[in-house]
């Protein structure tokens, strides 16, 4: 089996202010030893707030499908590199629903991340309404086809996040096994578009990851890390996740 380095990731949402980026950059520099990947999405405008440190790296919660021009209130992949992003979360749920983000849209902003460097960080995931249908696997397959079908040499480049909408904020997370069954699930579908990358990719789980229940996700074999919401505006919290994620 292929060693994959864990990668824990801050969702902060419309979250958080300058205090709590002292807090969370604070207890992050101060950790040694084994470390996962570590990986912040505040707002944006944050991003310049954070000290540079080898602990963990910054990410975007969000970015345009244009490379620039009229596009008001817009923030181009370019600019969060400038900002200092090294990734981006593409596709989260609450963009799918709350600001209709469809498949094709999705594609052309991980086309625009990859563009600028960034690593994409491509959320993928069902509605409880869909799971009871047992459309799990086909909606998944649908979200990852629209990105990955065309262009197969943009998998060994990204990042995957199963995050199920009915455990996002809820409290109800997917036991592992759930997790489990549907991450064995996205990296089968992987290796059709790209069979030697497909290994070597992490898939993230999200949906009321906590401190209580990270370590357990992380034990599954194809749960290589987490895309923590709610938990993650808590310093203590994040921390004690990622300590939860074995390092290298
Ligand atoms: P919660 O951890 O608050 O459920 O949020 C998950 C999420 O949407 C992370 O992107």
Redesign the pocket.
């Known amino acids: 089996m292929r060693q994959r380095k864990p990668l824990v990731?801050a969702?902060w949402?419309m979250n958080g202010d300058q205090h709590l980026v002292h807090q969370v950059s604070d207890s992050l520099v101060a950790l040694s030893g084994a470390l996962p990947d570590i990986l912040i999405c505040p707002p944006v405008i944050f991003l310049p707030n954070f000290p540079k440190h080898p602990n963990y790296r910054l990410g975007a919660q969000n970015l345009s499908e244009q490379p620039a021009g009229a596009f008001t209130g817009e923030i181009s992949a370019v600019m969060l590199a400038q900002a200092g992003a090294s990734h981006v979360?593409v596709g989260?749920?609450?963009r799918r629903t709350l600001y209709g983000e469809t498949n094709s849209l999705v594609a052309a902003k991980v086309a625009q991340a990859l563009a600028a460097g960034l690593t994409p960080v491509l959320?993928v995931g069902e509605t409880a309404a869909q799971r009871a249908e047992e459309k799990t696997f086909q909606v998944l397959a649908e979200q990852l086809d629209a990105v990955y079908s065309a262009q197969p040499q943009w998998l060994a480049a990204s990042v995957i996040?199963y995050?199920p909408l009915w455990?996002?904020?809820?409290g109800n997370t997917a036991t592992p096994a759930q997790a489990q069954q549907v991450h064995a699930f996205i990296r089968q579908q992987l290796a059709r578009y790209d069979a030697a990358a497909a290994p070597d990719v992490r898939i993230l789980y999200?949906?009321?990851?906590?401190a209580g229940n990270s370590a357990s996700l992380f034990a599954q074999t194809d749960v290589d890390g987490a895309?923590?919401?709610?938990?993650?505006l808590n310093a203590t919290d994040f921390v004690a996740i990622c300590l939860s994620a074995k390092g290298e």
């Open positions: 990731v969702n949402k979360i989260h749920s609450e959320c996040a995050e455990a996002i904020g809820t999200g949906g009321s990851v906590n895309l923590v919401g709610g938990a993650s």
